[in-house]
């Protein structure tokens, strides 16, 4: 093993220590909790953080010994890690392995208490409270959905969910034991899973705020907005809601090219209820007082939903076409699917990318450990802003047009000279060739007029010959 064969490691999975520090062993325990309560990662020992350099360690075997003890005793439970050595330029060098766990949250303990740490870029951080409690949930093997709620069943009214299953398997929810096959109760104590699915939907958290911008930025809701809306009840409803939101303040235009009529929505509404179902389901709904936004502007359309990536990384450090599928919510993800509102592939991601597949510009991703968001460009925003922007660049090479015309025609020509090369210039510009028939057709003048314009233009140097009997004006 090479030195430069861990540099090209993700920075968010490796840290470079210059020693074993140990008078102050958080320093680089911590790392060991945040590697093993997320995708794992590496500590590469004797190595300088800031270029890289192979500085070495003194004592390799005491270093080694004192590791282990040191993990074994500060990190609980105890992870799975491996050492390994190497050299590098006569230097000794230490790796220390840190596997993904599957007891979470692995915590260093000292002597004021236990704390839990994850990775945050490339820096080991507390973990905070909801993190924290998803960590306690992937250890119990359970997910937040799976848990049960202070209601009954009877208490609560499934209608909207019942149509929905109707309208698409042709089966309803007629019995309890239905509920409990489905998960949404255990006997009759409704799981957070049907809580979310219920029509009173009275989880606090559960919650889509949808908001029309003016303009590119956000404001004071009330003089900056043209409209907003708080959606509440079923995560079915919320859905519904949203998407129709979207939908309301989105436009369809279209373009004729040869014979065909072409569509140009601003945002595909497909891969927008993606995004909304992706926020739904995947969302951390232990974040309390957080809420899904979907924010429209003028240019672009953001929808945020409250936890980063389940396992700890960064979605915008990721290959897109790699992302494993993670469910946050195991439940409700197993529902959408039964409703053909998703699918298990995991290929949410990429078949929204695919969605611009035909624009310049594509929708992005960016995530903390906090908040996931996704970002639609405005396709017929876009769209126009290129116009006006071409709209300009012609002006400006008309503009310049007519001053080399007034410069190169002689001085005594007729008016109506200069407004037929004009009119010429506007219909075929630098880059369309055209002949006398085309001058005939479009100033509806006889052919030896087309002709002596053209040997005007000639004798100007406004126009060159590429073909024979075809022009084009000279830039």
């Known amino acids: 093993m090479k030195l430069k064969d861990y540099e090209n490691a993700e920075t968010t999975n490796i840290d470079f220590k210059e020693k074993v520090e140990l008078n102050k062993p958080k320093s680089w325990l911590k790392s060991v909790s945040a590697f093993a309560n997320s995708t794992g990662g590496l500590l590469l020992f004797g190595v300088r953080d800031s270029d890289h350099f192979p500085v070495g360690l003194d004592d390799i075997l005491k270093d080694s010994e004192k590791i282990t003890e040191l993990i074994n005793s500060k990190i609980v439970p105890i992870p799975r890690y491996e050492l390994n050595t190497f ?40 973990a905070p409270k ?43 929810l007629e019995q309890k034991k239905d509920y409990v096959s ?29 908001t029309r911008w003016n303009g590119l930025k956000k404001g004071n809701v009330k003089g900056d907005a043209i409209d907003d809306k708080e959606y509440s009840g079923s995560i079915l409803s919320l859905l519904q809601n949203s998407e129709l939101f979207v939908k309301n303040y989105s436009k369809l235009s279209w373009k004729i090219e040869g014979m065909k ?17 992706n926020a739904i389901i995947h969302r951390d709904y232990q974040i309390l007082g957080s809420e899904i936004h979907i924010d429209m502007f003028d240019d672009r359309l953001e929808i945020v939903s409250p936890g980063g990536m389940i396992d700890g990384s960064c979605v915008q450090d990721l ?26 592939r995991g290929s949410g991601l990429v078949r929204i990318l695919d969605s611009y597949q035909d624009f310049g510009k594509k929708p ?39 001053i080399q015309l007034h410069k190169k025609l002689p001085k005594n020509m ?36 087309a002709g002596d314009l053209l040997s005007v233009l000639l004798k100007c140097e406004l126009i060159e010959q590429v073909d024979f009997a075809k022009y084009k004006f000279k830039q």
């Open 182 to 210: 489905l998960e949404l109760s255990t006997n009759d104590t409704l799981t957070n899973a049907g809580l979310l699915l219920s029509d009173q939907g009275l989880l606090p958290q559960s919650r889509i705020f949808c």
């Open 87 to 126: 050299c590098e330029n006569e230097r000794d060098l230490l790796v220390v392995k840190v596997g993904d766990g599957p007891k979470t949250p692995y915590y260093y303990k000292s002597d004021g208490g236990k704390e839990a740490f994850i990775r945050s870029g490339n820096q080991s951080i507390p």
């Open 319 to 344: 290959d897109i076409s790699q992302i494993s599928s993670i469910r946050r919510n195991r439940i409700i993800s197993d529902i959408f699917n039964r409703l053909n509102l998703m699918e298990r």
């Open 414 to 449: 007729r008016l109506k000279t200069y407004d037929q090369v004009e009119s010429l210039f506007l219909k075929f510009r630098y880059n369309q060739i055209f002949g006398r028939e085309d001058i005939v057709d479009l100033l509806n003048v006889q052919k030896s007029r």
């Open 130 to 172: 909801h993190i924290l409690d998803n960590l306690i949930l992937k250890g119990q093997n359970t997910t937040f959905d799976e848990l049960s709620s202070k209601y009954c069943i009877s208490d609560m009214s499934f209608t909207l969910l019942n149509a929905t299953l109707k309208e698409e398997t042709g089966k309803s």
């Open 364 to 402: 992005s991703f960016y995530s903390t450990s906090s908040f996931f968001k996704v970002t639609f460009p405005n396709k017929g925003y876009m769209k126009e802003t290129a116009d006006q922007m071409n709209s300009k660049e012609s002006e400006w090479e008309h503009n310049l047009f007519i």
């Open 261 to 277: 009529r072409i569509e140009v929505e601003d945002y595909p509404l497909r891969a927008v209820r993606e995004a909304i179902v």
